[in-house]
């Protein structure tokens, strides 16, 4: 159960229903760095929306009862086998798209950033992430804009309007 508003309340709702009713609700996203390098993931190909698509590090829903951050730090772990960094919460965005499938996220979601060696340990879970790799910001913002089919909404929405608000001090001498 994730939360998500049901008539202006914050209601315990099943991830499926949340998508398939474009019900807002809560979530995570988070951007693993390397100096100027943001590790991405390629979805894997049995997620029932946006497979096999190129997402930031690491996006989720929280369970009912729990917090951006331990979420985060959660799903980092249980995805990408991440452990041991420290997250900083940039900023909360609202954004609503169509995911295929007549599906919507309709996220209020809490962005979180940390920085991670050139060492860092990664164990892929299939279930979740078929590849990975480290781009430099601003080719990934480019590359959002040159095939956009290849990435999912949420990025392309961070790349493309709120590269600013995620990244501005990070990305200024």
Request: aromatic content about 8%.
């Amino acid at each position: 159960m994730i939360p998500a508003w049901v008539d202006g309340k914050l209601t315990p709702v099943e991830k499926l229903d949340a998508h398939l009713r474009g019900l807002r609700h809560k979530a995570v996203s988070v951007f693993v760095m390397e100096g100027p390098r943001v590790l991405i993931q390629q979805r894997a190909s049995t997620k029932y929306h946006t497979p096999n698509l190129w997402a930031n590090t690491c996006c989720t829903h929280p369970e009912w009862d729990e917090d951006g951050a331990t979420c985060a730090t959660r799903r980092l772990s249980e995805e990408l086998g991440i452990t041991g960094l420290t997250l900083t919460q940039r900023d909360t965005l609202e954004y609503r798209a169509d995911v295929g499938g007549g599906l919507i996220e309709h996220e209020v979601v809490e962005v979180f950033i940390c920085q991670a060696d050139k060492d860092l340990k990664l164990d892929l879970n299939p279930d979740e992430v078929q590849a990975v790799r480290w781009v430099d910001l601003h080719n990934l913002a480019a590359e959002t804009w040159q095939s956009p089919e290849r990435f999912t909404p949420w990025i392309r929405i961070y790349m493309q309007d709120h590269f600013d608000r995620i990244f501005g001090m990070l990305t200024r001498a």
